[in-house]
């Protein structure tokens, strides 16, 4: 059984930094295609980031790209979210997914998920 879980969020000022991590529980998370999604007080969990299972391709929601990244490290079971130039309207819980080999924006496409990090931007 697939687990994850995220760390590295915290409070942070508008303009700084954070890097969220995502460690799986399973030495064949290199299968699994991986997302980021946040959920902002009162609002609807949204698509920020995903990366194909080789690592190969990533894709990014308008709204963070040129400021976040995802990257993996299939050696360490884990995938990251650097996060640039942070903004308030980035204040979510942020979420990391999974699905085996097949990814995309839509969050019913991921199988497993974690139990989030919070991140808080303060102006």
């Known amino acids: 059984q697939l687990r994850l879980v995220e760390s590295g969020g915290g409070l942070v000022q508008a303009g700084g930094s954070l890097r969220l991590s995502c460690t799986a529980s399973i030495r064949t998370f290199s299968n699994y295609a991986t997302a980021w999604f946040r959920q902002g007080p009162g609002k609807e969990r949204e698509f920020v980031a995903s990366i194909s299972w080789r690592g190969a391709s990533t894709y990014y929601a308008d709204s963070v790209k040129g400021r976040f990244t995802i990257s993996r490290d299939n050696a360490k079971n884990t995938v990251y979210l650097s996060m640039n130039s942070l903004k308030p309207e980035d204040t979510a819980v942020y979420y990391c997914?999974?699905?085996?080999?097949?990814?995309?924006?839509?969050?019913?496409?991921?199988?497993?998920w974690g139990q989030g990090t919070q991140v808080t931007v303060s102006s």
């Open positions: 997914a999974a699905n085996q080999y097949y990814g995309d924006s839509n969050r019913n496409t991921y199988s497993y």
